[in-house]
């Protein structure tokens, strides 16, 4: 039978599943984890896999920062966020990247619906929307500082305003590998 992910893939799950955990309960992405996993995606694939797998990783690794950094400049989102899914991008490369993120997004809407129904900021959120498109038209890094997400994060009512995206990563790469098994076998 063939193998649907390569043996590897126990380490970025085990790393995206601590920052998940981390992310949930403090709120925090940890560079103690994203930067080594990175790191390691990118060594790990130019010496064991020559320079294809290296390319492999770092349009990987490219496309998992990109697709997150924008929302951080944003403001909607931290900086551990965009080096996690940069990481996991370093060890899984593409298009297997590319279905986590879209996974990963897919996760971060319904939980995002069903904050805004259960803590009822439905207005809240319009406003926020609002702001966001005024931001993305504006596209300034000084209208989406960091500090803003970062008030949030230790407001008492975080649970009701931010989305621990890691967590949604962690749901996204295990969503990616079980579609992959069931669609090989």
Same mark, same amino acid.
């Given at each position: 039978? $063939?193998?649907?992910f390569?043996?590897?893939?126990?380490?970025?799950?085990?790393?995206?599943?601590?920052? #998940?955990?981390? $992310?949930?309960?403090? =709120?925090?992405? =940890? @560079?103690?984890?994203?930067?080594?996993?990175l790191?390691?995606?990118?060594? /790990?694939?130019?010496?064991?896999?020559?320079?294809? #797998?290296?390319?492999?990783?770092?349009?990987?690794? &490219? +496309?998992?920062?990109?697709?997150?950094?924008? +929302? =951080?400049?944003?403001?909607?989102? !931290? #900086?551990?966020?965009?080096?996690?899914?940069?990481?996991?991008g370093?060890?899984?490369?593409?298009?297997?990247?590319? @279905?986590? +993120?879209?996974? %990963?997004?897919?996760? #971060?809407?319904? /939980? %995002?619906?069903?904050?805004?129904?259960? /803590?009822?900021?439905?207005?809240?959120?319009?406003?926020?929307?609002?702001? &966001?498109?005024?931001?993305?038209? %504006?596209?300034?890094?000084?209208? !989406?500082?960091?500090?803003?997400?970062? !008030?949030?994060?230790?407001?008492?009512?975080?649970? !009701?305003?931010?989305?621990? =995206?890691?967590?949604?990563?962690?749901?996204?790469l295990?969503?990616?590998?079980?579609w992959?098994?069931?669609?090989?076998?």
């Amino acid at each position: 039978m $063939d193998q649907v992910f390569p043996p590897h893939i126990g380490i970025v799950l085990l790393a995206v599943l601590v920052t #998940a955990a981390t $992310d949930l309960w403090k =709120y925090k992405v =940890y @560079n103690v984890v994203t930067l080594p996993l990175l790191a390691c995606g990118l060594i /790990y694939h130019s010496v064991v896999g020559g320079s294809a #797998a290296a390319t492999g990783s770092v349009l990987g690794a &490219a +496309f998992g920062f990109s697709a997150l950094f924008v +929302f =951080y400049l944003l403001g909607g989102m !931290g #900086a551990g966020d965009v080096k996690l899914m940069s990481a996991v991008g370093a060890w899984l490369g593409m298009p297997y990247t590319f @279905n986590v +993120f879209i996974a %990963a997004s897919l996760a #971060a809407g319904l /939980y %995002a619906l069903a904050v805004i129904v259960w /803590y009822r900021r439905q207005g809240e959120t319009w406003v926020n929307l609002k702001i &966001a498109w005024l931001r993305v038209r %504006a596209l300034s890094r000084h209208l !989406g500082t960091e500090d803003e997400l970062e !008030g949030k994060i230790v407001a008492t009512d975080r649970r !009701g305003r931010v989305i621990p =995206y890691a967590a949604m990563i962690a749901i996204g790469l295990v969503a990616t590998v079980a579609w992959s098994w069931i669609h090989k076998r």
